[in-house]
C-alpha cells in the first residue's frame, strides 16, 4: 500500500471578547479552500476557551499525528504577523475566556517548565514573508491567555512524540499571531500562512542570523 501523504494541523479561533468574527479561523479556512500540496491538511477552530481548547486540540493531535502543527490566534495591537519563538507555563487572564473562566497566575501545565520553545524556522520564515512584501516579526511573547495555552500544549505534544526509524524527526510545532483584518487583510493573511507551511514543510534549518532585541 502506499505510504500515507504527511498531515498539517492549522487551527484558527473562533470570536471572543463581543467580536462578530475572528480573522485568524477566515484565514485558515481561507487558505484550505485553496491549498494544493500532497500533504494532507486538518483545518480546525478552537474555542476561545482554556479548558475545551486543550481538549480539543489534544483530540486533534491524537487523531491526525501531524508532521506539522501551528496555531492562529488573533493579537489585536499588533500591526504585524508575529512568529512566537515560546509559550510560556502560565495563564493569567485580563478578560474571562468564552467559557467565564479568569485563571489568575495559574500554570498551564503544573510541574510543566517554565517556558517551551517553538520548533517552527521563525526566522527563515519571516524572510520569507518580508520577500513577500507581508509586514512580519518574531516575538518573545504569545502573551498569557487561550493562545498561548495552546502553543504550550503544542510544544509539549512535540516533545513527547518519539520519531520512529532513522529518518523521522520530531514534528515542527509553531504559534502565530495575525492583526487584526483592517490591519492586514484576510486574503493576505491567508497568503502569510501559506508561506508559514511552505517553509515548515520545507525542512531546512533555521537561519543562523541575528534577530534579538535589546529591549
Known amino acids: 500500500m502506499p505510504e500515507r501523504p504527511p498531515t498539517v494541523l492549522l487551527t484558527g479561533f473562533e470570536p471572543f471578547d463581543g467580536a462578530s468574527s475572528n480573522p485568524s479561523i477566515d484565514a485558515v479556512r481561507l487558505l484550505a479552500t485553496a491549498w494544493d500540496r500532497e500533504e494532507e491538511l486538518v483545518v480546525a477552530e478552537l474555542p476561545v476557551a482554556y ?21 492562529v490566534g488573533l493579537a489585536g495591537g ?19 475566556d468564552n467559557d467565564g473562566a479568569q485563571p489568575v497566575d495559574e500554570p498551564v ?11 517552527l ?31 504550550y500544549h503544542l510544544a509539549t505534544w512535540a516533545a513527547s512524540v518519539q520519531p520512529a526509524g532513522t529518518d523521522r524527526v520530531r514534528p515542527c510545532t509553531g504559534f502565530v499571531h495575525v492583526p487584526p483584518a483592517d490591519v492586514l487583510g484576510v486574503p493576505a493573511l ?8 511552505d517553509v515548515a514543510l520545507a525542512g531546512e534549518p533555521e537561519l543562523a542570523i541575528p534577530a534579538g532585541s535589546t529591549s
Not at 56 to 71: C, K, M, S, Y
Not at 109 to 119: D, E, F, I, K
Not at 122 to 148: D, H
Open 121 to 151: 524556522p521563525a526566522k527563515r520564515i519571516a524572510s520569507a514573508l518580508a520577500e513577500a512584501s507581508i509586514p512580519a516579526e518574531l516575538s518573545m511573547t504569545a502573551g498569557t491567555y487561550v493562545c498561548n495555552t495552546v502553543a
Open 51 to 71: 479548558g475545551r481548547a486543550v481538549d480539543q486540540l489534544e483530540e486533534l493531535l491524537r487523531a491526525h499525528r501531524p508532521t506539522v502543527a501551528v496555531g
Open 78 to 96: 499588533r500591526r504585524r504577523v508575529s512568529l512566537e519563538r515560546l509559550a510560556v507555563n502560565l495563564r493569567d487572564a485580563r478578560i474571562p
Open 109 to 119: 501545565l503544573a510541574n510543566g517548565p517554565a517556558a517551551r520553545w517553538m520548533s
Open 190 to 197: 491567508a497568503g502569510g500562512l501559506r508561506l508559514v507551511l
